[in-house]
């Protein structure tokens, strides 16, 4: 294969790539959670949820050992 065949197969590949990227994302927007066996994809908002709930856990549990420390 000769260099613009390479070219040529790559930018196809990546086009490929993008247009899967971009039904799967456009599909986790109109599910909020889609469950497929082995494999959960997470919307945005879940990711919000969980990051929201770890901060909060983190900090309770930075208070918590600030206490038993005697600060």
């Keep these: ?3 613009i065949q390479t070219v040529v197969s790559a930018e196809y590949a ?3 790539v993008k ?3 971009g039904r799967v994302t456009a599909e ?3 599910e909020s959670v889609r469950r497929i066996p082995g494999l959960v994809l997470e919307t945005p ?3 919000r949820k969980t990051r929201g709930l770890w901060a909060g ?3 309770a549990l930075g208070g918590f050992i600030e206490t038993l420390r005697g600060r």
């Design 14 to 16: 990546n086009d490929a």
């Design 57 to 59: 856990s983190r900090d």
């Design 19 to 21: 247009e899967t990227a």
């Design 45 to 47: 908002e879940l990711v």
């Design 1 to 3: 294969m000769n260099k």
């Design 28 to 30: 986790t927007r109109r």
